[in-house]
Each structure stands twice: as structure tokens, then as C-alpha cells.
């Protein structure tokens, strides 16, 4: 997948092959030759991107959502996060999808980086972001087939769920991110 002369450990491609092509991910098998020589298969998903909010209502308290996880087969505790479009800018679709999955706006935004969640076999990189001085401006107006309950809680318990296993979406889990302008979101 790469050819980056200036990295000693690159992989060369020699070929590639599109293997499935689904609604919004694509499977790739390509062949490729490692730095010390030995070639070898390389099967992984291309994946447009996503963005994650984290909505804070005040100081001891965020939204989140429970949405059922079908690869789980099970609901699973997270924050409101979506799939960027074609050349839709992430700051745009994380706007877009805290109204959309939640009703509510926010005032004030920050970016707190980003994060690629399957590095082993996927290129998908979430952006993350903080929404604060939340406004509920309507319904959640979500897709077809979407179905999600949301609900604020504190961020002690939220933690509790991480440390307790009831919580393992990678992308939920609290880290320590610094703030940046929205407009800083690297792709």
C-alpha cells in the first residue's frame, strides 16, 4: 500500500486487487514485498472516514447513545459518531450528525484529534470532536433502519463502564486529547 522510499520498514506494493466492493467499504488483497525482502498478502478495508462527537451537556455530564451493533449482535454504549460523505469536510458531518442522531446543536466546538481504531486491517481514521454549550433544537432525525436511544450520564459512570468491560467501543473510551479549532481536522 505504500511506496515511501524515506521509511526503511515500507512494504512495496506489486499488485492489488479490489476483492469486494460493499455500500461504503471496500476490500483489498494485494501482494506486496516487505523490507527484508519476503512478499506476502495484505488483506484490508478501505473506509471513507468517520468523525465521533463528544457532547458535553455541563461539566459532569455527556450524551451518548445505545445502538445495537450487529457484527456484536448486541447494543452497545457510544457517542454519537457517522461516516463522512464524498467530499464532505469532517468538521461538517460531525455538525451534521450530532443534529441528526441527537437533535441537538452546539455553540462551541473543538477538535481533539483523531484516531485510526483497526490499523491492522483498515485505513479508517475517526476524527474527534468536543461539543459544548449543547442547544436541543428538535428530534433526532435519523436513516432509515437507524434506531438508537440517547441519554445523558455522568462522566464518572461512563468511566465506570469502561473500567467494569460494559463499555469497549475504542472510540468511546476517554483519553486525554488536546483542544484545537475545529478547521485543524487532518486527513
Known amino acids: 500500500m505504500s511506496d515511501d522510499s524515506d521509511d526503511p520498514l515500507a512494504e512495496r506494493t506489486l499488485d492489488s486487487r479490489l476483492a469486494f466492493e460493499g455500500v461504503f467499504l471496500r476490500l483489498f488483497v494485494d501482494h506486496v514485498q ?22 458535553l451537556l455541563d461539566a459532569e455530564h455527556v450524551l451518548l447513545e445505545r445502538q ?3 457484527p456484536l449482535g448486541r447494543s452497545i454504549v457510544e457517542f454519537p459518531a457517522g461516516k463522512i460523505d464524498p467530499g464532505e469536510p469532517p468538521f461538517e458531518c460531525a455538525r451534521r450528525e450530532l443534529l441528526e442522531e441527537t437533535g441537538y446543536t452546539a455553540r462551541r466546538w473543538s477538535y481533539l484529534g483523531g484516531l485510526h481504531n483497526a490499523i491492522a486491517y483498515s485505513d479508517e481514521k475517526i476524527e474527534i470532536y468536543l461539543a459544548e454549550d449543547l442547544e436541543r433544537t428538535g428530534d433526532a432525525t435519523l436513516d432509515a433502519g437507524e434506531t438508537l436511544e440517547v ?6 459512570q461512563l468511566l465506570e463502564w469502561v473500567r467494569d468491560g460494559s463499555v469497549t467501543d475504542v472510540k468511546t473510551m476517554r483519553g486525554e486529547w488536546p483542544r484545537r479549532p475545529p478547521s485543524d481536522a487532518a486527513r
Open 151 to 156: 441519554f445523558e450520564a455522568p462522566w464518572h
Open 34 to 55: 516487505s523490507a527484508d525482502g519476503h512478499q506476502g498478502t495484505r488483506e484490508y478495508l478501505r473506509h471513507p472516514g468517520a468523525v465521533m462527537i463528544i457532547p
Open 68 to 70: 445495537f451493533r450487529y
